[in-house]
């Protein structure tokens, strides 16, 4: 008696590690299959007949292995094979589960022993088992999968399976008492190891998905913002070397958007045909937000330039219809200048933004400005209209925070100082060639370092009348 015991227990002990050598090799190929996104490709997001016939031959293979990798155990064949069909019916539906049950049943039959009658109706049990619990798994994910794919439900489900293939066992198989003894020595680690098994097969399975899902809503912002980045370049003005087509003026300008897309924008449009009006201007935050302020700001400040004769009077306009539809509170700090391209004579207004640098007689000095309240801040500002008056090849440089605050890896800013001297340095240069030295500046500054904020440059070189 105590030589069976024996026995007895080191056949659990090896039953139990087979189980879980078996279970850890099912987890792993199905881990590689899900992961490396073969079925995705072949099939999309398209699951029909085809997949669940599929993932029922998959389904089946499993079963077969978990068949091959079980130990014998008084004709039964003590196996994690329920495990292939429970998964074929999780993913490929009633058929899935169904084919995959067939064929690690059938599989099932044709190694099953015939030396005994307890043998063959151990054969008949495991059979039928096997074909129903791919069956009802199937049914059960078509009406219950959002319940399912919980941890503790797959496992409840799991071990309903498995009570239900023992249950089978002491029904069908003959004698009684041989069915008992079978089951009373199998039942816990048979039940805990399959439920387990399925459970994590379905954790790992959710896990994936949720992973593929993650991957495509990346692509697809990653394609949108590509898009929004088109879009909004599309909306500055397309500055080249001939623009705008006056010879009094000569300008450039760039946007560096520290993200795809970004608050910052520049505008240059005539207001008639004697007057240039200039915007350089950054709206608060980063990314698709600003970048849609960006939009309704930009068209607001050159829609009022144009319809209003006083500047003051059309940034307090803009500046009036900003708040009235800013829901979501934010805010732009803008450069608005109008120059007379007959006399050299400048107006502008500065609204919370940093100043400009003036360029005359190879020295660069900021210009000297009362800056007013943001716009979009508050309703009710009055702005203040300045003005001074650009002689022949002085050059004004505009530019957002993103430059002056540009860090490098010691987090020392670039600064107004090293800006003056780069642009006094360069004092004689076209308006590209000033951008290409302030862009060539903050490079050697940052030296590598990640850009936090956008970087936009509008350089303008009064060249004045011939006739002047």
């Not at 008084?74 to 292939?84: L, N, T, W």
């Not at 330039?305 to 700090?333: H, Q």
């Amino acid at each position: 008696m105590l030589g069976a015991t024996v026995q007895t227990s080191a056949n659990i002990t090896q039953f139990f590690t087979n189980m879980i050598g078996t279970l850890s090799v099912i987890l792993l190929i199905a881990a590689f299959i899900g992961g490396s996104d073969v079925l995705a490709k072949l099939f999309g997001s398209q699951k029909g007949v085809k997949y669940a016939l599929v993932m029922g031959v998959m389904g089946g293979i499993f079963g077969i292995y978990g068949t091959m990798s079980g130990i014998e155990l008084r004709g039964a064949i003590i196996s994690v094979r329920d495990i292939g069909p429970m998964l074929a019916g999780f993913t490929g539906g009633p058929i899935g589960g169904l084919v995959a049950g067939v064929i690690a049943g059938l599989h099932r039959f044709l190694v099953g022993s015939r030396a005994t009658e307890t043998a063959v109706t151990v054969t008949y049990a495991c059979i039928i088992a096997t074909v129903c619990i791919g069956l009802m798994c199937g049914l059960l994910s078509n009406k219950f999968r959002s319940r399912l794919i919980k941890p503790w439900w797959a496992f409840l489900i799991g071990v309903v399976m498995e009570v239900f293939h023992l249950s089978l066992v002491l029904l069908i198989v003959k004698p009684f008492d041989a069915a008992l003894d079978i089951v009373k020595t199998i039942a816990l680690p048979f039940i805990l190891v399959n439920a387990l098994g399925f459970t994590l097969m379905i954790s790992m399975i959710v896990y994936i998905e949720k992973q593929r899902e993650i991957t495509l809503e990346r692509s697809r912002l990653k394609t949108e913002l590509e898009v929004a980045t088109v879009i909004q370049h599309s909306l500055l003005p397309p500055i080249t070397e001939k623009y705008p087509g006056r010879s009094e003026v000569a300008i450039a300008a760039s946007m560096d958007p520290a993200k795809e897309v970004g608050g910052d924008f520049y505008d240059v449009f005539f207001v008639d045909k004697d007057r240039l009006a200039v915007v350089v201007a950054d709206v608060s935050g980063k990314g698709i937000p600003a970048a849609l302020f960006m939009a309704t700001a930009k068209t607001t400040l050159q829609n009022c330039v144009r319809d209003y004769p006083s500047l003051s009077e059309a940034v307090s306009t803009a500046n009036e219809s900003l708040c009235s539809n800013n829901t979501a509170e934010m805010f732009v700090t803008a450069w608005i200048g109008v120059l007379e391209l007959t006399t050299g004579r400048l107006s502008f207004i500065c609204a919370g933004h940093n100043p400009p640098v003036l360029v005359s007689g190879g020295k660069a000095e900021y210009i000297k400005q009362r800056s007013g309240f943001v716009l979009a801040g508050m309703e009710g500002v009055r702005y203040r209209e300045l003005s001074l008056d650009l002689k022949k090849g002085d050059k004004l440089f505009l530019y957002t925070d993103g430059v002056t605050e540009a860090e490098n890896s010691a987090h020392e800013l670039l600064g107004e100082d090293r800006l003056a001297a780069c642009l006094e340095e360069c004092a004689s240069a076209t308006p590209q060639d000033t951008l290409s030295a302030a862009k060539a500046a903050i490079d050697r500054h940052v030296n590598g370092f990640e850009q936090f904020d956008d970087i936009t440059m509008l350089c303008i070189s009064f060249i004045g009348s011939e006739n002047a």
